[in-house]
């Protein structure tokens, strides 16, 4: 793993690698609206301790992972944070695997889930995993409301039982 400065990448031209938009949106829209801001700084303090991948095609670097890193390259930020270096490393298009990714967001719904919305979010989710991921995911062609509990860690009944906004 290389590491790179906070600073350097925000020279760099960085996107979300298309594959992953739809959990990309999932965070911007579901889940870092309903986190205060300390649990933002925490998720951002995270990104130096997690390495992120990316798919260098000439000068556009697409992002496979590691959402609040998003968040601080396009903003203006202090000295301290532009320093910061964080861990990266260089993909192929055939090395990408979407439990990347989707692990990293179940860890991040597991650790709010008291704060989220979960019945909006497993919803979304449904939507995004076609069969073909469910198999590589789960050995299944679905994605049932038991296996979303056991991933963020509640019991069916605490998910039936949470009302349709978060709380």
């Known amino acids: 793993m290389d590491r790179i400065s906070i600073a350097k990448l925000q ?7 298309p594959d992953i ?10 889940i870092r609206p309903s986190m205060s801001s300390h649990n933002i700084e925490m998720e951002q ?18 992002m496979v992972n590691n959402f609040e890193l998003h968040f601080l390259k396009p903003f203006k ?4 944070t532009a ?11 055939d090395q990408l695997v979407f439990g990347i990714p989707f692990y990293e967001l ?6 709010y889930k008291k704060n989220l919305d979960i019945k909006l979010i497993y919803s979304c989710l449904n939507e995004i995993l076609t069969a073909s991921i ?6 299944k062609n679905t994605f049932p409301i038991t296996t979303f509990c056991q991933l963020i860690n509640i019991n069916e009944q605490t998910y039936h039982r949470r009302p349709e906004s978060a709380l």
């Open 11 to 17: 020279k760099n031209t960085v996107t979300i690698h």
């Open 77 to 80: 930020i202090d000295q301290k």
């Open 106 to 111: 179940v860890d991040i719904i597991a650790r």
């Open 45 to 62: 303090n995270r990104v130096f301790f997690r390495p992120t991948l990316f798919i260098k095609e000439k000068t556009v670097w697409s």
């Open 134 to 139: 469910n198999q590589d995911l789960f050995n």
């Open 21 to 30: 938009v739809s959990l990309f949106d999932i965070y911007v829209n579901h």
């Open 83 to 93: 320093r910061k270096d964080v861990s990266i490393g260089s993909i192929s298009e």
